[in-house]
């Protein structure tokens, strides 16, 4: 525990505030009170985070070089979940880490003559059986049909097809599924067990970036212990401290209750850089990461305008160019056709 953290925590401890503003780890998300009681809470609440957020601001070293409390009681609070959770089973010889994701990326499109233009979106779904090789196997599904931030872009998509362009659905194949099989190697993995779980040797590691190579900058450094942090099989004490240690960086915004692509509740906190917010949504009940955004602050209107045909990553101002939601993640299961859905099931799907 540093001395920042252990001052943090002293000041909070005769108002145990920082237990009553979070869900409990066992907590379940509830719908809010009714309106008439609503007010009540509201504003006891209301004053007692001011109190919480006084607390924290006059321990750490906030502004512009410093971490945002809100931010910090957050994190600690995330810390503090991971101290007291069981680690999840490891997988055995023979058995596979199952990961479902969910994403889309955002493109402009221009057609050969130039007389189209339009933004959209591909979904792709993954599922990935990884073994302790780094053998498997990785299936990945384009949906059906695109999708488009606007009401504008999917009428001039409409006019291409009706125009007789098909040039953007035979890049892309919608709805076709592609199925590749790895051997030892072939799969991307990181070992974290040796990693240290004191968050200022972590932190000194992740600053240096002696674990993952980057630019510097503490917006970089949230983007790297959060991608840690959703590790396979990154342990709860490593998430503990992982945790202390974004506690202390500077820059990084609490952008508040939210929830994913699949509906589930969160809580999103940001960095920011060259006109991209990286969104980061956890699990308000566990701190584990439910979802990734990459928003477009400031979009590139060379990219829109520019006249030659083919695709480019793009999005509009204050929309995500990238989203990744995480739907199942680090399940343990028995060869690559199964998924902790069939097993439930006591099937196994091909």
């Not at 920082?18 to 379940?28: A, H, K, V």
């Not at 009681?37 to 001011?50: D, G, N, S």
């Not at 919480?52 to 995330?78: Q, W």
């Not at 045909?309 to 199942?328: H, I, K, L, M």
């Amino acid at each position: 525990m540093n001395d920042i953290e252990e001052r943090i925590r002293s000041a909070l401890a005769p108002y145990r505030l920082n237990d009553e503003l979070m869900p409990r780890p066992d907590e379940p998300y509830s719908p809010a009170p009714p309106r008439r009681r609503r007010l009540r809470v509201t504003l006891t609440v209301a004053a007692a985070f001011a109190l919480v957020i006084f607390a924290v601001a006059t321990l750490l070293p906030v502004g512009a070089g410093g971490p945002d409390p809100a931010v910090a009681l957050l994190l600690y609070r995330f810390e503090r979940i991971a101290q007291h959770a069981a680690p999840e089973p490891a997988p055995k010889q023979g058995q596979y880490v199952y990961t479902e994701t969910m994403a889309q990326e955002s493109y402009v499109y221009v057609s050969g003559d130039g007389q189209y233009r339009f933004v959209y979106s591909v979904p792709v779904t993954t599922q990935q059986w990884l073994g302790l090789d780094g053998s498997g196997r990785q299936v990945n599904t384009t949906g059906d049909h695109p999708t488009f931030p606007t009401d504008a872009d999917r009428a001039t998509y409409q006019a291409y097809l009706a125009s007789g362009g098909h040039e953007a659905d035979k890049m892309f194949d919608w709805g076709r599924t592609t199925q590749d099989r790895y051997g030892p190697g072939g799969l991307f993995q990181r070992d974290t067990s040796t990693l240290p779980t004191d968050p200022i040797e972590l932190g000194r590691l992740i600053d240096q970036r002696q674990i993952v190579g980057g630019p510097g900058g503490d917006w970089e450094s949230f983007t790297l212990a959060t991608d840690l942090i959703r590790d396979t099989y990154a342990r709860p004490d490593l998430r503990a401290a992982l945790y202390s240690y974004m506690a202390g960086l500077s820059g990084i915004e609490l952008v508040g209750n939210t929830t994913d692509a699949l509906g589930r509740p969160g809580v999103a906190l940001a960095s920011t850089h060259d006109g991209i917010r990286n969104e980061v949504v956890f699990d308000r009940t566990n701190g584990k990461i439910l979802e990734e955004r990459n928003v477009v602050l400031e979009p590139d209107q060379a990219v829109y305008q520019n006249p030659g045909p083919g695709e480019f990553a793009y999005a509009y101002a204050g929309q995500p160019y990238y989203v990744v939601t995480y739907a199942s993640f680090g399940k343990v299961v028995d060869s690559t056709t199964q998924t902790p859905f069939s097993l439930r099931a006591g099937s196994s799907p091909s």
